[in-house]
């Protein structure tokens, strides 16, 4: 997949947790650095707490850990 191709934003916080749940799982580094800084998702306190909470929910040894 293309790094430079745009993601736009979901318009939930879940949405956007798991667009970045998808781009971290197809290595998409760039496009997620893009997404989480550019677009500025990354600066909503509610994606991380619930990112959070997410990751709780997940065995340890499991790839959504990750």
């Known amino acids: 997949m293309d790094d430079?191709?745009?993601v736009?934003?979901?318009r939930t916080v879940l949405d956007?947790?798991?667009q970045s749940m998808?781009?971290?799982a197809a290595g998409?580094?760039?496009a997620l650095k893009r997404y989480l800084v550019d677009e500025?998702?990354?600066?909503?306190?509610?994606?991380?707490?619930?990112a959070?909470?997410?990751s709780a929910l997940y065995p340890s040894h499991t790839d959504e850990k990750r």
């Open 40 to 50: 500025g998702i990354g600066k909503d306190e509610r994606f991380w707490s619930l």
């Open 22 to 24: 998808l781009l971290f």
């Open 4 to 6: 430079d191709l745009a």
């Open 28 to 30: 998409r580094s760039n």
């Open 8 to 10: 736009p934003p979901g």
């Open 16 to 18: 956007r947790v798991h």
């Open 52 to 54: 959070q909470v997410l």
